[in-house]
């Protein structure tokens, strides 16, 4: 990657030769090209390597080009390198000591409501230095604590925070996971960092493959809970903390939506008019967008075509008149985006770059974007999204605002209809279809005719799709341990006193995407914008917009047929019909780019952890002909294995990817 001209770093000398009073100067070392934390912490007391957390924050660099500290004191080390998007000064640099020396931050993120938290601190006497959100949570964390200082925090987080006062160590992330947060515990030491890669420059956490995880990609897309595609790799889930004394770590979870989640606003709201909800929708929205666009570095926002960014887009510009819109144009796409983003642009009078990708630069996309993801990429756009966020930041920009967050609130995907749809049919046949032994056995036959066990349904409320097929009970109980359905029943009878079935599984469906979806789409998007020293902002996702949206009724959800019922309200008169009305369309991407790619798995490394041999491979390549989407699932896992447990660099993994398709192609 490409260093910025006028850049310089700091390397903080590390503190555990000094006293505690007594931290050091900055030492000018080379630049690191890029806001990524790491750390780590020993149980026992024993010194920590601060120059294994230099290593460690080598390996994500490219999270923060504006300055790097290292903070070390006895058993615990911090790192930073840091982007600089609210007080570019010295002033902000991080880790950030209280003036005591008692406590010590690495933070990274916004929390967007500082200044109102800032003066409730000054009101209690506490000073501050600087002009940027960093001083503000340290010293809430520092004088309130952390279970009352960080459910206050509005916005996007991940942090570590080190109290010398009780020896503690505590790490946290925000309400819904926009920033990801990874770490192990082995052998006596913790260690922690922004991505799962940098963990394995510590001596104590070795690389591994965690191979039941991968097959549960394979078949999922996705994994539940705090899983990661490494043995022995945690991810801090979002809205817990986690404190770490000498004795044990303890998980405490501060934001929880099964737990949250009040059903009776849910019945209240439904007895409100649909106009109140549209209005409260558009007030709390602009709220968010106008906090989202706070910054002292240049910003863009992401304009898909679709309801969600253009609608983000229509409220940034009576805020911002010279907003700079982007979207992705790849070559050859069926679908094309950018010319509904284009639309968009012109009605709102924004200038709209459209970033082309042609075929013969998917390869090194896909690569560089296996390399930053830590996962396998199963989510094809994501090199799409990296190469918008490289234009982003060669145009000069540090902030892209996006969209995410918008379907899972507020009922945009066709599954959430679908499972609503089946139940309202499911409770249809129960009503009118006599359980008796000729009825059942018509329903064998003809499946329209089946008489239905509410109580059964209950108990497996919404089916998950698969590559493979649907999960039998069985199965989901091997792949992943039955969490996700665990969580489904569980989501549906925390909302029994729904009285309407379907509008029950639909809220349901809806809360579920927020735990495994959504978890999965924002660290991608972290992932690709950071990887080009980028900060994604996610106005839907303010503590505001998803309080209402977890509260909002299901009517104003999904009505007369159509999702999102309340944002395409909202939208009306903001954005054209023609946009406001389309269906929803993925982020398309050419079956073209992923296509050809299949004889990298021969004598490849996913054969050998599925243990699969030459007579495997031959109807493995039927199967995956007869299902391309399959397919390309393989390959990213091999991509990724090739990049990660081979060490292969990026580069090398797309020359590979090349290779393998000049060996499809025909002479």
Known sequence: MRRRPGRRSALEAPASRMPRKTLPGPVRARIAPMCGIAGCWHRDGRAADAQAVVRMLDRQRHRGPDGRGVWCEGPVALGLDRLSIVDPSEQGRQPFVTPDATSVLAYNGEVYNWRALRAELEDEGVPFVSRCDTEVVLHALHRWGPQRAIPRFDGMFALAWYDLRSGALWLARDRLGIKPLYLADRGGVVVFASEAKALFAHPAVPCRPDVHALITHVYLARLAGDWTSFDGVRAVLPGTTLCCTPGRTTTSTWFDVERDVDVDRILQSAREPFERHVAAFRTRLETSVEMHLRSDAPLAVMCSGGLDSSLTTAIARRHKPDLVAYVAEAEGS???????????????????????????????????AAWHNDDPLFFHQNPLALAVSEAVRDDGFKVLVTGEGSDELFGGYDWQHDVATMWRRRWWHSRVLPDLPPVRALGRWLQR?????????????????????????????????????????????????????????????????????????????????????IEARVPFLGNAMIDFGLHLAPSSKYGGGRGKRVVKAAAEGLLPPSIVHAPKVGFAIPGAFLDGYESLLRGGIVAQLFKWDSGTIGPLGDLMRERPSLARRVVSLELWAQIHLAGTSPEGAAEMLRGSRRIREPA
């Open 449 to 533: 005719f089946e008489p239905c066990d509410l109580q059964e349904l209950a108990g497996q409320p919404f089916v998950y799709r698969s590559e493979l097929g649907h999960a039998p009970p069985i199965a989901a109980l091997v792949i992943d341990g039955g969490m996700r359905q665990q969580r489904a029943r569980s989501l549906f009878a925390r909302l029994e006193r729904i009285p309407r079935l379907h509008e029950r599984a639909l809220l349901a469906r809806g809360f579920d995407d927020l735990y495994h979806h959504l978890r999965v789409l924002l660290c991608a998007n972290d992932k690709m914008t950071m990887a080009a020293s």
């Open 334 to 368: 069926r679908h094309p985006e950018a010319d509904k983003a284009q639309q968009v642009a012109d009605h709102l009078g924004v200038a709209l770059r459209r970033v082309r990708i042609a075929d013969a630069e998917f390869p090194r996309l896909w690569a560089l």
